[in-house]
């Protein structure tokens, strides 16, 4: 169980950027990935800020100038170096995150979508995703972004009231926000996704039913709502710990999430992910490849990524990271065509930790076809199916096991961090017995060898 927790911890840190039957004597693995189409999504990470929330641990960097067309360089020349290891024949869609890569030139985002093109299939109409605050996103900039090759737009609003937004440390106040959206869905017109913090220290379930609302007048196609997460070494976390500032209490922050669903949901929005809401079809695509396990590959610094180096004769998914800071990333990416701090090559049951993980999320779980991709030969109904910890779970509410594969009911969603490590344990026990040899079988060998003697 400890292993199954560490493993947790290890999967959440990732994705916070990703849904057969056996023979005896054959252990579980995943089927070899140079068997499936050589297809990815992209990554690309802009690592600079004008200022850090006070809420914010990521790889992010305030620099007095940064020398765009450098880093531009590097992250077309890493991007043309990671795809041609990989041989990706095809790329299904590109997302430039950060930090703030609306500060970023659109010449910049042309220039790696133009090389992203040149290197593999960029195939006309595929989802390419800026993330932008409503501090730099005037109607020219987002013209010209959308000139570059942008079709969607994914805007860090965080909250519609300007107290709020200045104990985040936001640059921008409500009315910027309001008129970033209104310019945006005017330019990506069913593209426009908004992200919002729910559980802030003094936040009240009123107000949060109110900026919901307001939300809900702003706009109607995407929204992400995360729970706001008091990370060590961040400014907000030492005013709540220092007791500036309230906690919110667990049973709120749960309100909070239920009301948001319910309203949601009312409203047409399909609740596809455990954080991630859409209406009229405007699902995140690039982010489906996360949680459905999918090949991507990270460019720029900290960025990560899951692919195949098929052009060293690799057979088994490798998980990356770049270097994280910028200056670093660029002197290895300028001296060997990428910036690549880490790398391992995952075990199969990584792998279907991974999977089981991410693909969890999503109200889609994870089907039978996918997890057989991974797990030639042991079935999702052979790992789950069996009496234990997951058949506990579907009799108590919280899980569904059936044709359609293994997937949360809405009550397992709203708790999945808590069911993951009997999941996880579940699988490694399952694995771990279809790896070991029949009983006797080993004295045999040995026996056989003594005789030969």
Same mark, same amino acid.
């Given at each position: 169980?400890?292993?199954?927790?560490?493993?947790?911890?290890?999967?959440?840190?990732?994705?916070?950027?990703?849904?057969?039957?056996?023979?005896?004597?054959?252990?579980?693995?995943?089927?070899?990935?140079?068997?499936?189409?050589?297809?990815?999504?992209?990554?690309?990470?802009?690592?600079?800020?004008?200022?850090?929330?006070?809420?914010?641990?990521?790889?992010?960097?305030?620099?007095?100038?940064?020398?765009?067309?450098?880093?531009?360089?590097?992250?077309?020349?890493?991007?043309?170096?990671?795809?041609?290891?990989?041989?990706?024949?095809?790329?299904?869609?590109?997302?430039?995150?950060?930090?703030?890569?609306?500060?970023?030139?659109?010449?910049?985002?042309?220039?790696?979508?133009?090389?992203?093109?040149?290197?593999?299939?960029?195939?006309?109409?595929?989802?390419?995703?800026?993330?932008?605050?409503?501090?730099?996103?005037?109607?020219?900039?987002?013209?010209?972004?959308?000139?570059?090759?942008?079709?969607?737009?994914?805007?860090?609003?965080?909250?519609?009231?300007?107290?709020?937004?200045?104990?985040?440390?936001?640059?921008?106040?409500?009315?910027?926000?309001?008129?970033?959206?209104?310019?945006?869905?005017?330019?990506?017109?069913?593209?426009?996704?908004?992200?919002?913090?729910?559980?802030?220290?003094?936040?009240?379930?009123?107000?949060?039913?109110?900026?919901?609302?307001?939300?809900?007048?702003?706009?109607?196609?995407?929204?992400?709502?995360?729970?706001?997460?008091?990370?060590?070494?961040?400014?907000?976390?030492?005013?709540?710990?220092?007791?500036?500032?309230?906690?919110?209490?667990?049973?709120?922050?749960?309100?909070?999430?239920?009301?948001?669903?319910?309203?949601?949901?009312?409203?047409?929005?399909?609740?596809?992910?455990?954080?991630?809401?859409?209406?009229?079809?405007?699902?995140?695509?690039?982010?489906?490849?996360?949680?459905?396990?999918?090949?991507?590959?990270?460019?720029?610094?900290?960025?990560?990524?899951?692919?195949?180096?098929?052009?060293?004769?690799?057979?088994?998914?490798?998980?990356?990271?770049?270097?994280?800071?910028?200056?670093?990333?660029?002197?290895?990416?300028?001296?060997?065509?990428?910036?690549?701090?880490?790398?391992?090559?995952?075990?199969? =049951?990584? @792998? %279907?930790?991974?999977? *089981?993980?991410?693909?969890? $999320?999503?109200?889609? /779980?994870?089907?039978? !076809? +996918?997890? #057989?991709?991974?797990?030639?030969?042991?079935?999702?109904?052979?790992?789950?199916?069996?009496?234990?910890?997951?058949?506990?779970?579907?009799?108590?509410?919280?899980?569904?096991?059936?044709?359609?594969?293994?997937?949360?009911?809405?009550?397992?969603?709203?708790?999945?961090?808590?069911?993951?490590?009997?999941? =996880?344990? @579940? %699988?490694?026990?399952? *694995?771990?017995?279809?790896? $070991?040899?029949?009983? /006797?079988?080993?004295? !045999? +060998?040995? #026996?056989?060898?003594?005789?030969?003697?």
């Amino acid at each position: 169980m400890a292993a199954a927790r560490g493993w947790l911890r290890k999967v959440a840190a990732v994705a916070g950027a990703l849904p057969g039957g056996g023979g005896p004597g054959r252990a579980p693995g995943p089927a070899p990935d140079t068997a499936a189409p050589a297809t990815a999504a992209l990554y690309v990470h802009w690592p600079y800020c004008r200022k850090r929330c006070s809420y914010c641990n990521f790889n992010t960097y305030v620099v007095p100038a940064v020398d765009e067309a450098a880093v531009r360089a590097c992250l077309v020349r890493e991007a043309q170096t990671l795809l041609r290891l990989s041989q990706v024949h095809s790329v299904t869609s590109v997302f430039f995150g950060g930090g703030t890569p609306s500060l970023a030139s659109p010449g910049t985002v042309a220039a790696v979508l133009e090389a992203v093109a040149g290197a593999a299939h960029l195939p006309a109409g595929a989802e390419v995703t800026l993330e932008a605050n409503p501090s730099s996103t005037s109607a020219s900039a987002l013209d010209g972004f959308r000139a570059a090759g942008v079709n969607r737009l994914s805007i860090g609003v965080q909250s519609l009231d300007d107290t709020e937004l200045r104990m985040l440390g936001r640059e921008h106040t409500a009315a910027e926000a309001r008129k970033a959206v209104e310019a945006a869905r005017g330019l990506f017109p069913g593209r426009t996704s908004i992200d919002l913090l729910f559980g802030l220290p003094g936040q009240s379930r009123d107000a949060w039913a109110q900026r919901l609302e307001a939300t809900l007048r702003l706009c109607d196609d995407h929204i992400s709502l995360y729970q706001l997460t008091l990370e060590r070494g961040t400014a907000l976390a030492a005013q709540v710990r220092g007791g500036a500032l309230p906690a919110p209490p667990q049973d709120l922050l749960a309100d909070m999430y239920q009301t948001a669903r319910n309203v949601l949901v009312a409203a047409g929005f399909r609740h596809y992910e455990v954080s991630n809401f859409a209406r009229k079809g405007a699902l995140s695509t690039h982010n489906l490849s996360y949680w459905r396990a999918e090949q991507y590959i990270g460019v720029g610094p900290g960025a990560h990524g899951r692919f195949v180096l098929r052009a060293e004769g690799g057979c088994s998914r490798e998980a990356r990271v770049q270097t994280l800071e910028p200056v670093a990333w660029m002197r290895e990416v300028q001296s060997q065509g990428h910036g690549t701090r880490s790398r391992a090559v995952l075990s199969p =049951l990584e @792998q %279907l930790e991974e999977l *089981l993980t991410l693909g969890l $999320r999503m109200d889609e /779980g994870i089907t039978h !076809e +996918r997890w #057989g991709h991974f797990s030639p030969q042991l079935s999702l109904q052979a790992v789950f199916g069996e009496p234990g910890e997951a058949r506990a779970l579907q009799q108590e509410g919280w899980l569904v096991l059936d044709s359609g594969g293994l997937r949360c009911t809405w009550a397992g969603l709203a708790v999945l961090d808590s069911l993951l490590p009997d999941l =996880l344990w @579940q %699988l490694q026990r399952v *694995l771990g017995a279809a790896r $070991r040899p029949p009983r /006797g079988a080993a004295g !045999e +060998r040995a #026996g056989g060898g003594a005789r030969g003697l």
